[in-house]
């Protein structure tokens, strides 16, 4: 993906990216957050239930590491976080239309997004994006490089 835009007209928002070109928040430049540490960061989420069901104890220790947790849900709260207003936004149940605009607007924002091992893929499955310098450290929190159990 080279080209994304997220219209969001219920919260007057328009995230618009182009490979080299950078990421726009209602056609004013925008960046993810500056965050480095786990425990100063702000962490959106779609559906705590998945979460509990597909991650168990992984997702309670990541609560207990992280700042503040709220559920945003979908594409918003992956555009909260290229626009720094959160750090990290996880999607357990991802559909391409979900997430390819996704990935040239977190990239171009200064973040990244990937699937839970660490890969940038558009077909669906999950989905992590953060700031850029927590992404590591969320994938490891997931277990990244685990056997997959729950939901895909």
């Given at each position: 993906?080279?080209?994304g ?7 007057g928002?328009t995230l ?14 925008t ?5 480095t ?6 962490v959106v989420y779609s559906d705590c239930?998945?979460?509990e069901q597909?991650?168990?104890q992984?997702?309670t220790?990541?609560?207990?590491t992280?700042?503040l947790q ?6 918003y ?11 990290v936004m996880?999607d357990p ?17 200064g973040?990244r ?15 992590v994006?953060?700031n ?5 450290a ?11 159990t729950?939901?895909?």
């Amino acid at each position: 993906m080279v080209v994304g835009v997220c219209h969001l007209p219920g919260v007057g928002e328009t995230l618009a990216a182009a490979r080299g070109l950078g990421c726009t928040w209602n056609g004013v430049p925008t960046r993810a957050s500056s965050k480095t540490s786990l425990v100063e960061a702000t962490v959106v989420y779609s559906d705590c239930r998945h979460l509990e069901q597909r991650l168990g104890q992984r997702w309670t220790a990541l609560q207990a590491t992280t700042g503040l947790q709220r559920g945003w849900g979908d594409c918003y709260g992956h555009c909260l976080v290229a626009t720094g207003r959160a750090d990290v936004m996880l999607d357990p149940v991802m559909n391409p239309w979900d997430v390819a605009a996704l990935v040239p607007i977190l990239q171009e924002s200064g973040g990244r997004i990937s699937d839970w091992t660490g890969a940038v893929r558009v077909d669906g499955g999950d989905a992590v994006s953060t700031n850029g310098h927590l992404h590591d450290a969320v994938l490891d929190a997931l277990g990244r490089g685990e056997p997959r159990t729950g939901l895909r």
